[in-house]
C-alpha cells in the first residue's frame, strides 16, 4: 500500500512536473502526472502562483502554460537536500526493495 | 581555571569562575540529552510531541536528580546512543551509501566517546582517547552534511 503524500511532497510532484516539461506544461498534463483531483490541483496551483513559485502565461493556441520561477527552483533544490539530510540519518521512508 | 576563562567570567560578571565551570557542564548535559531524545524521538516516526516531552523529562530529572550527576549523564546517553547507533547502521544496511556509513560511523564513535568518559573517572588516559572519539565523529557528521550539500 503507498502512503498519503504530504504537503510539501505534492508541492514538490507539481513543481517537477512543471520543471521537466519547461514552458510548454498544459493544466491537464499537471493533473494527470500530479495525481490529484482537479479541485485540488486549482488551489495547489493559485497558492503556487500567489507566493511566487510559478507564473502563468498565456499560451500561443489559447489556454494557460505553467514556467517555475526562480524561488520554485529553489524550492526543488532544497527539497532534495533535506531529503537527501534525511536519508543519510534513515528519517525518510523506507527504501523500497 | 585557565586564563581565558577567568576573562570570560569577569565579562559576563560571574564571580566564581567554577560557577562558570559548573554552568558550561550542566548546559552540555541539557543540551546533549536534548539532541539525543530529539534524534531517538524523530527515529521512532511517531508524531506525538507528547513522547518527545515524557522521554526528555525521564532523562533530564533522572539525571540532574541523581547523586553523581555525570555519571548518570554518560550512562543515559550511552543508551540512547546504543539505540542510535543500531537505527543508523540499520539504516546503512538499507541504503549502502556513504553518507549513512558516515553517520552510523560517527554515532559508534559518539558511544565509545561515552564508554571512555565513565571509564576516565579512574583512569585518566581514557579521557584523552575519548575526546578524540568525539572529535572523529563530528569530522564524520560535518563529511556527511558536506556530501549531503553537494550537488
Known amino acids: 500500500m503507498t502512503k498519503k503524500r504530504d504537503r510539501l511532497e505534492i508541492i514538490h510532484d507539481i513543481l517537477l512536473v512543471i520543471r521537466e516539461r519547461g514552458d510548454r506544461v498544459k493544466p491537464t498534463h499537471i493533473l494527470y502526472k500530479s495525481n490529484l483531483s482537479h479541485q485540488r490541483l486549482q488551489e495547489y496551483m493559485t497558492e503556487l502562483i500567489g507566493k511566487g513559485f510559478i507564473i502563468e502565461k498565456q499560451a500561443k493556441g489559447g489556454g494557460k502554460t505553467y514556467e517555475l520561477t526562480d524561488k520554485g527552483f529553489n524550492y526543488l533544490r532544497d527539497y532534495a537536500t533535506i531529503r537527501n539530510f534525511m536519508e543519510s540519518y534513515g528519517l525518510g521512508d523506507e527504501p523500497a526493495n | ?151
Not at chain 2, 28 to 36: H, P, R, S
Not at chain 2, 72 to 97: E, G, P, T
Not at chain 2, 125 to 141: D, M, N, P
Request: glycine share 4%; with cysteine; net charge positive.
Open chain 2, 1 to 151: 581555571m585557565g586564563k581565558l576563562s577567568q576573562d570570560v567570567c569577569r565579562i559576563i560578571k560571574v564571580q566564581d569562575a567554577a560557577v562558570f565551570e559548573a554552568l558550561g557542564i550542566y548546559a552540555q548535559i541539557i543540551f546533549m540529552t536534548a539532541g539525543l531524545v530529539l534524534l531517538t524521538y524523530m527515529t521512532l516516526k511517531t508524531e506525538k510531541p507528547a513522547v518527545y516531552w515524557l522521554m526528555l523529562s525521564i532523562a533530564l530529572i533522572g539525571t540532574l536528580a541523581s547523586r553523581n550527576v555525570l555519571y548518570v549523564f554518560y550512562l543515559i546517553s550511552a543508551l540512547l546512543l546504543i539505540f542510535l547507533c543500531w537505527h543508523f547502521f540499520d539504516n546503512y544496511a538499507k541504503r549502502k551509501h556513504a553518507k549513512t556509513l558516515f553517520v552510523a560511523l560517527a554515532f559508534l564513535f559518539l558511544l565509545i566517546r561515552d564508554i571512555q568518559f565513565v571509564l576516565s573517572l579512574d583512569y585518566e588516559i581514557f579521557y584523552v582517547l575519548g575526546r578524540l572519539a568525539e572529535l572523529t565523529a563530528y569530522v564524520l557528521l560535518a563529511i556527511n552534511f558536506y556530501l549531503v550539500r553537494r550537488r
